[in-house]
């Protein structure tokens, strides 16, 4: 009688202890991968579920609203619960456990999904969806027509240089005429046409490229103007009103989207 009343006392109350869970798995161990949710308003997700009935299996789909926050607008929070043969478990216990598990990199972040099973079969998990982030508006572009206004800049901003003559600019800008046709035909996409020229010690360079963004038909390089397709009527006279309008280097006005 003492034997059987010493282990009675020694196991008094075994049966009343919930049992742990034998594994506890998150969707992924990247850190990287979480999602921001704080833990802590997780914890309170996983305790209005577990507010419901326990006794059977079941599956419920949370949101912000039914634990009262204005956090995390439009995540749904899916949660299950079996359980298993004749086991007791304890639900905030082990959503918490879960919880804490699969935690980011801190406090404000956890992996997507989670789930806790028992040797009793029984089981929890949760699943996180993340609501679709807006698609930026495309940029709509805009239309040029005619020439922009001429935008000079200062010596500064290119470094020294030895002199340059007009002549030398004459000559050196008369090759934007010569482009063979498959450059100087540009449109949205087209690679910049670049030339360069050395004078004595000083380098110069031309380049003729489409304006981003800027929406229009495909346009000869060569020929900004239009027709009559005479020298005064090429790229060779834009560059040179650049040079001569402006005292250095400097990038060209635009006319329709061609940039030169």
Not at 198 to 204: F, I, W
Request: glycine letters at 8%.
């Amino acid at each position: 009688m003492a034997e059987l009343s010493k282990y009675l006392k020694d196991h008094e109350g075994e049966g009343d202890k919930p049992t742990e869970p034998k594994e506890i798995k998150c969707s992924s161990t990247d850190y990287s991968k979480a999602v921001d949710v704080d833990i802590s308003f997780m914890q309170q997700v996983a305790d209005k579920f577990c507010d419901g009935d326990m006794s059977k299996k079941r599956s419920q789909d949370l949101t912000n609203k039914d634990v009262s926050s204005s956090a995390y607008d439009k995540y749904k929070f899916h949660l299950e619960f079996d359980p298993g043969k004749n086991c007791k478990t304890d639900c905030k216990a082990t959503f918490k456990s879960m919880i804490s598990k699969c935690e980011g990199y801190n406090s404000h972040s956890i992996q997507l999904e989670g789930s806790a099973k028992f040797d009793c079969d029984a089981s929890y998990s949760y699943k996180i969806t993340v609501p679709d982030k807006p698609k930026p508006k495309p940029d709509p572009g805009f239309e040029q027509h005619g020439l922009q206004e001429r935008k000079c800049h200062t010596t500064d901003q290119f470094g020294g240089h030895g002199d340059v003559r007009g002549s030398e600019i004459s000559m050196a800008a008369t090759g934007c005429a010569g482009i063979s046709d498959d450059k100087a035909k540009l449109k949205e996409g087209s690679e910049p046409v670049k030339m360069q020229s050395t004078y004595g010690s000083t380098k110069l360079q031309f380049t003729m490229s489409w304006i981003e963004n800027c929406k229009g038909p495909e346009q000869d390089a060569r020929y900004p103007f239009g027709e009559p397709h005479n020298l005064g009527n090429t790229c060779w006279q834009l560059l040179l009103d650049d040079w001569q309008k402006c005292e250095s280097y400097l990038h060209t006005p635009l006319l329709n989207c061609i940039l030169t």
